[in-house]
């Protein structure tokens, strides 16, 4: 779980990213730092929503071999293209320190979302945990304002 939540964008480009990586951390017992945000009751929480008793990771990896796959795509290729496009007001908040960065989210929405609203932040990939006083009060005034 460490590794998940890690602020040091650089373990984990290293170690999820790479084939075997993972595994190499897990079979090597590593554990990096935990943030602040992550309390002891957050951690025994993820060890029992994960535990093997419970699937483990399975359907969450779903997710992406789904995406990796092409698993959705005859859908996706389904939808009438004057129904691929979002008009409500829409806001994402990205990171400047992830590994994901360089997909570049805004840039694919773009096409499919006609209000954007694009804030770029300086935290890792758990933005609303990382800076939470900061998305409550973004959120706030992006439903109010």
Do not use: C
Request: net charge negative; glycine share 8%; no cysteine.
């Amino acid at each position: 779980m460490s590794l998940f939540y890690s602020l040091d964008s650089d373990l984990g480009k290293d170690n999820l990213g790479a084939t075997g990586a993972f595994r190499k951390w897990l079979e090597g017992s590593m554990i990096a730092p935990y943030p602040n945000f992550v309390t002891d009751e957050d951690v025994a929480s993820f060890k029992a929503l994960f535990s093997p008793q419970n699937g483990g990771f399975g359907a969450a990896k779903n997710w992406y071999t789904a995406q990796l796959h092409g698993i959705n795509e005859a859908n996706d290729k389904a939808i009438p293209k004057e129904k691929a496009i979002l008009h409500q007001p829409t806001l994402l908040i990205t990171s400047t320190n992830y590994a994901s960065l360089s997909a570049n989210f805004a840039s694919q929405m773009k096409p499919y979302v006609s209000n954007l609203r694009v804030e770029n932040w300086e935290a890792g990939h758990w933005i609303q945990l990382q800076k939470s006083e900061e998305t409550n009060a973004l959120l706030g005034e992006f439903f109010e304002g």
